[in-house]
């Protein structure tokens, strides 16, 4: 096992206007192909930790370093470089083009980190629709799929650039119970598969497939266990 991500002393405070702290001493570590889930009480902190960890707020007290490299103290252009190349997101709103096709919306991410000729792009995002069994919807825009299929196109685009870690910010949340578990699955499948996945939910049943949560309560984090999976 390797570590893909370390989060050390995470303190986080916000202005309402009066300085209050957020999160307090946060410190994990995940390992490459896990499956972690975080669940908590509404307000405890989940988001604000995955914004952290997303590098998309830079405002924080202690270290973050992902895929080896320290990421705490880094210019914004440096930061977009990474999440390009190593982060992958699914909110629970799935924020595709909706005038753009399927696989359009999954190559984006690809053009914009300019790896790869435009060429490969496409066939690399041809490649992860079919992996989340979306190829045969490869040219139809993406407002006329439907709220689950739209979702699984949100994974494939956040698939594209072969990210070190998927990040999920209620990534079912907008989902009926039988597409909750079909996007569940292809986590779950990606994971066995070596690919890193973090996705907070509130979602139990989600949380209990996982292969570890970390539970949060008033910005700390007062449980961290495997579960047992069947
Ligand atoms: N920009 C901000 N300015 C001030 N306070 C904020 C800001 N963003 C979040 N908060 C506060 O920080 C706390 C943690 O919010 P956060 O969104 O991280 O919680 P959460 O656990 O993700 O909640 P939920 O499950 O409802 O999404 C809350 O008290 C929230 O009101």
Avoid at 43 to 69: F, N, P, R, V
Avoid at 176 to 187: C, G, L, P, S, Y
């Amino acid at each position: 096992m390797s570590t893909v991500l370390s989060a050390r002393n995470l303190n986080k405070y916000f202005y309402d206007p009066e300085k209050f702290r957020v999160l307090t001493d946060v410190s994990f570590e995940v390992q490459k192909g896990e499956f972690l889930s975080i669940v908590g009480k509404s307000g405890c902190g989940k988001s604000t930790l995955l914004y952290l960890l997303s590098t998309m707020d830079t405002e924080y007290e202690g270290q973050i370093e992902m895929a080896g490299t320290k990421l705490t103290g880094r210019s914004q252009d440096f930061l977009a470089h990474f999440r390009n190349e190593h982060l992958g997101f699914v909110f629970q709103f799935h924020f595709l083009l909706p005038e753009f096709s399927a696989l359009q919306n999954v190559m984006l991410p690809g053009l914009k980190l300019g790896k790869y000729p435009e060429k490969e792009i496409e066939e690399r995002a041809m490649e992860k629709l079919r992996l989340i069994g979306m190829a045969d919807y490869a040219r139809k825009p993406a407002s006329k799929l439907s709220g689950g299929q739209q979702q699984r196109v949100a994974i494939a685009r956040a698939l594209i650039n072969d990210p070190t870690i998927i990040m999920g910010d209620e990534p079912t949340g907008n989902l009926d119970k039988a597409n909750t578990e079909n996007v569940f699955d292809i986590f779950r499948d990606l994971a066995s598969k070596g690919q890193t996945i973090i996705a907070v939910t509130h979602d139990p049943d989600f949380a209990a497939g996982t292969n570890r949560t970390i539970e949060m309560s008033d910005g700390q984090i007062i449980g961290n266990h495997e579960n047992k999976i069947q």
